[in-house]
């Protein structure tokens, strides 16, 4: 499980940021067990993916970009989107 994450909450669901360095493993141990979307700083530091639970798997959604607030927007949308809330 990953420790002292910071969530932006301003809106639903809730996203995990998850700090430049973390690994990947250690992100997809913490879905699996946390179940709460996350944010992850790419390994080049150019970008954000997304991680969720859907109940079976961890879902990636790659490319949202490497503003940290849009990001955050895109990902929150797909979520919804997708009745993730």
Known sequence: MLDDLEY?????????LV???VSWEDVLDHIKIAHSALLVVLGDGAGY??????GTE????ADL???HEQAVEDFREYLQER???
């Open 8 to 16: 932006d909450d301003a809106d639903s669901p809730a996203i995990g």
């Open 19 to 21: 700090p430049a360095g």
């Open 49 to 54: 993916a997304g991680v969720y639970w859907t």
């Open 58 to 61: 961890a879902v990636t959604v």
């Open 65 to 67: 970009g490497s503003d």
């Open 83 to 85: 009745g993730e809330t």
